[in-house]
Structures are given as C-alpha cells and as structure tokens.
C-alpha cells in the first residue's frame, strides 16, 4: 500500500512538472507563479488511463481561461502516451460554479474574439469535445500563441 502512494505522488509530481512552466498568454509568468496550476487539482489513474486536469483561472471572467485549458490540453495531448484521456475543466468554485453559469447568462467568461459572454459550463465542454480542440488548432494564429506559451516547457 505504501509503494502504491509513492508511486501515485510520483505520477501526479511527473505531471505538474510536465505543465509547471507552461507560460500565462497575457503575463511573463508561468501558470504555475500565478497560482493557476497546483498539484491538488492533477489527477492522474494510470490503471484508467485518465488525467483530470482543474485549473483557476486568476480573475474572474478570465478572458483568457479557454486559451489557457486549450495550452494545457495541447501540452498533454503532446507529452502523454495515446492511451490517456485527458478531462480539462476550470476549478469549480473558482469563479462561479457551473450550475450557477447554466441557470443565469450574467455569469460568463468573455470570448475577446468576439466580444461574446461564455458560461463556464460552455467553456469545460468545448475543451474537452476533440472536434472542437482540432478545429482550434487550424487556425494558424491560435495555433502560434499556444505554442508560445508551451515552449521550452521540457525542464
């Protein structure tokens, strides 16, 4: 039991150290120096092939919050065997709960694309639903912030 533990802390520290130095798209921080990636909300069952990822975004109505699961997700999807299925999803709580978003349009996220209100709800589907994930990634200059803010992630 006690190696099992071990093992199970190993595998979540591989993986905050795999998205530590993953860079914030608006500061010249980390997500980790902002406090918007812990180790407690990383899960990974390796038996299950599962990683669940939560992140805060710093603020509420973070206009950033999709890009930032999107880097998270592209980071995984790059680093991870195939075998994982990854589940990306903003820390319940952190802003207002997803329940709160689906019953009421005032609490959003703000899309700067478009200038559209997304509830939060929208945003943990969108990154985790693969056609919407690729479709993101065509679009070449979504595709060049990404991976600026995963670069020289390795170490």
Request: with cysteine.
């Amino acid at each position: 039991v006690w190696y099992d533990s071990v093992k199970a802390c190993t595998r979540d520290f591989n993986m905050i150290e795999m998205l530590r130095h993953l860079n914030d798209p608006e500061h010249p921080l980390t997500l980790e120096q902002l406090k918007v990636m812990t180790l407690d909300n990383i899960v990974v069952n390796d038996v299950d092939s599962h990683v669940k990822v939560q992140f805060t975004p710093t603020i509420p109505h973070c206009s950033m919050a999709t890009l930032i699961g999107l880097c998270i997700r592209v980071k995984l999807l790059r680093s991870l065997p195939k075998r994982f299925k990854v589940d990306i999803r903003i820390t319940p709580g952190a802003h207002i709960t997803e329940n709160a978003s689906k019953q009421s349009n005032t609490h959003m996220l703000i899309n700067l694309h478009n200038l559209t209100f997304i509830p939060i709800y929208v945003v943990n589907k969108q990154l985790n639903d693969k056609e919407r994930v690729a479709a993101a990634l065509e679009n070449a200059h979504l595709l060049n912030v990404v991976d600026k803010c995963i670069a020289n992630t390795d170490g």
